[in-house]
């Protein structure tokens, strides 16, 4: 069961208006075809460690637990703050939670609905009692702004013009969708088989490897980065949009629909599906093939963008704070993310 949750995203609120600063583009144009109207970003130096720590460190406090009390700790993101080791060590290492077993997980999006599945896999076979899950990323790295991204903070009042905003423009498609922040629960074994975590399932399919890459910055380039790698801007990820859109109105209802009959139940009894946060008309997608309305499908992009493995424990964090997950509560975490991965968890808030 689910004991604890915490979020953590950076001050620096940067809006649609903000973003014509350094690119041809409008509120109404992001918006529209995203739903995002703002998102925040860390300040240079700040990494994704850092946040999920901030994420961590609140769970923990919202569990009434030490970090004596963790039994492993699990972390999602798509953007360490190295190449080596991995942001676990470096969670672990900050929260002072010892010698643990610290997992890495890189399933993107999907990164967090994997690692409630760990969680729940660890407790069940009772190689842990309470498990620490963060999901924490920093996006900016990717984005090829350069110099502009300090005027979209509004920390200089320079005006980018010809090749810099042209190339600011060039990846507007993706770069106005994202946003940092980190979210982070504590899971504790149950005490009854009817509460907590009932069923989940997880996809992948590597024939969809190329629906979201990074095609550079890898160990099939010798070396792995170079400036011919940098002058192409093969560190710069590059996406599908219109299979996204297809696959993910898809697959998550179909896992929805697959896990509530694997856990005994009918659609109609979930009372919240928190699915991922990647663009307003993928939920309303999922909303259409599951016959539900928002107050169901819950969305909260507008405020953050997409903050791929921190969207479903910052939304399920949100949901708890305004009094939606009550005793009883059915909730269906469905996510869909580069690799292709997807899948869903069904969780009872216990009585």
């Not at 005490?191 to 550079?216: C, K, R, Y």
Request: glycine share 12%; charged share 25%; aromatic share 6%.
């Amino acid at each position: 069961m689910i004991i604890g949750t915490g979020m953590a995203v950076p001050d620096n609120v940067v809006t649609n208006e903000d973003l014509t600063r350094i690119m041809d583009t409008s509120d109404e144009w992001i918006t529209s075809r995203t739903g995002v109207r703002e998102r925040r970003f860390v300040d240079e130096g700040v990494g994704s460690a850092a946040l999920g720590s901030e994420a961590a460190r609140a769970a923990l406090a919202d569990a009434g637990c030490g970090p004596g009390d963790i039994d492993a700790l699990i972390n999602a993101t798509m953007t360490p703050d190295f190449q080596a080791p991995g942001n676990a060590a470096l969670i672990q290492h900050e929260l002072g939670l010892g010698p643990i077993a610290s997992f890495d997980l890189r399933q993107q999006c999907s990164g967090f609905l994997y690692g409630l599945d760990l969680a729940d896999s660890l407790i069940a076979a009772g190689r842990a009692d309470t498990v620490l899950v963060v999901g924490s990323e920093v996006h900016g790295g990717y984005f090829p702004w350069g110099e502009t991204f300090d005027v979209a903070l509004g920390k200089s009042d320079r005006q980018p013009r010809g090749e810099e905003r042209a190339r600011n423009t060039s990846s507007r498609s993706w770069t106005v969708v994202f946003g940092d922040g980190a979210g982070a629960m504590v899971v504790r074994r149950g005490d009854t088989l009817n509460e907590g975590v009932l069923a989940s399932e997880l996809h992948t399919d590597g024939s969809q490897f190329d629906l979201i890459l990074v095609p550079g910055v890898g160990s099939r380039h010798r070396p792995f980065v170079d400036q011919r790698q940098l002058n192409d801007d093969l560190h710069v990820p590059v996406m599908d949009g219109a299979s996204l859109y297809r696959q993910a109105v898809r697959l998550m209802p179909a896992a929805v629909r697959s896990v509530a009959a694997r856990a005994g139940i009918g659609i109609e009894e979930i009372d919240l599906v928190v699915a991922h946060q990647a663009n307003d008309r993928i939920l309303e997608g999922v909303r259409r093939q599951l016959d539900m309305r928002d107050e169901r499908v819950p969305s909260n992009i507008a405020k953050y963008g997409n903050t791929t493995s921190g969207t479903l424990p910052i939304l399920f964090h949100e949901l708890r704070r305004a009094g939606r997950v009550t005793p009883g509560t059915v909730v269906c975490f469905t996510a869909f993310g580069a690799g292709a991965h997807w899948g869903a968890l069904i969780y009872r808030e216990p009585r």
